[in-house]
C-alpha cells in the first residue's frame, strides 16, 4: 500500500534539512503491510529508535499530508538523533478519522496494538536500529495504544527487544484504569488539567491504582492545559459532535498551551534518552 505522493513531497520539502531524511516505508504485518512514515537523522547511525501512534483523526490530514503536530514531533525528535517511525492504522483500513464514531473498527487495544509492535519489529530489522533502543509514544487515541501495548502481560514474545519506555500523550485513562492497568516498562503520561476530552483525574486514579505492582509510570499534569497542548502555533477552540468526552456533551477545547509544550520538547527527549 502507497502513501499519498503529496505527504512525501511535503515531508521532503519541509523537514529534509533538519530532520535529515523523512521516507515512506512498508512495515510488514501478518499477511499485508502498514504504511508508515520514517523521519530519520543525519548520519549512519546507529540510532535509538520510536514508534509513535496518531490519534483518532489519523496520521493524515484532509490534504493527504501527514498532520503538522506529528510531523513537528518527528522533525524534532530525528533533530535529537531518534529515528520515528509513525505506522498508519487508518489509511491501509479504509478509515479517514474515528474522533466522532463510537464503534471504532480499530480499536486501540487489539488492532492498534498489533501495529505498534510491528513497527517496533520493522525498526528492529534495520542495520542502523539500536535493537534493544526502540520507545514508545502515541497521542490521544494512539496514547491509549500506549498504555494497552506496556501492560506487563502483553510484553514481547517475538523474540526481539522489548520497547525501552513509554510516552503517552492525553490518554483517556478510564477504562485502562477500570481494568487495573500496570506498566512493564517505564512510562510517561502527560496530561492537561483542563482537559475535558480526556480528564487529568481518571489518569491519576491510573496511576496511583498501580502503585506498587507496577513499573515506573509517571504522570505529568500541566495546569489551564487543553488536549493536544503540544500542538504548535494553534490557539485554543472547541470541538463538537466528538464520539467520547469527559462530560459526555460530545464537546472539548483543545489547542497550544506555551508552558507545557515548551515543558514536553525538553522532557520527552530526555525521557528517550534515559
Known sequence: MRLPVALLAAGAVAFATAAGAVEQVAIPHG???????????EGAGPFPGVVALHGCAGLLNSTGKIVGRLADWGERLAAHGVAVL????FTPRGIATQCRVRERKVRSSRER???????RRWLQSQSWAIKNRVSLIGWSNGAITSLWAVRPRV????????????????????????????????????????????????????????RGRSAGAKLITYPGAYHEFDRPDYPVRELDGLAFT???????????????????????PEWIAR
Open 155 to 210: 510484553g514481547a514474545r517475538d523474540g526481539m527487544p522489548d520497547f525501552r519506555s513509554a510516552v503517552a500523550f492525553y490518554p483517556n485513562c478510564r477504562r485502562l484504569g477500570e481494568t487495573g492497568w500496570a506498566t512493564r516498562i517505564p512510562t510517561l503520561i502527560l496530561i492537561g488539567r483542563a482537559d475535558d476530552w480526556a480528564p487529568a483525574s481518571a489518569c491519576e486514579q491510573m496511576v496511583a491504582g498501580a
Open 246 to 268: 469527559a462530560d459526555g456533551s460530545g464537546h472539548a477545547h483543545v489547542g497550544t498551551d506555551p508552558a507545557a509544550r515548551a515543558d514536553v520538547l525538553k522532557r520527552v
Open 86 to 89: 509513525f505506522p498508519d492504522s
Open 31 to 41: 499477511d499485508t503491510t502498514l504504511p508508515g512514515v520514517l523521519f530519520k537523522p
Open 113 to 119: 496494538v498489533a501495529d505498534a509492535n510491528a513497527a
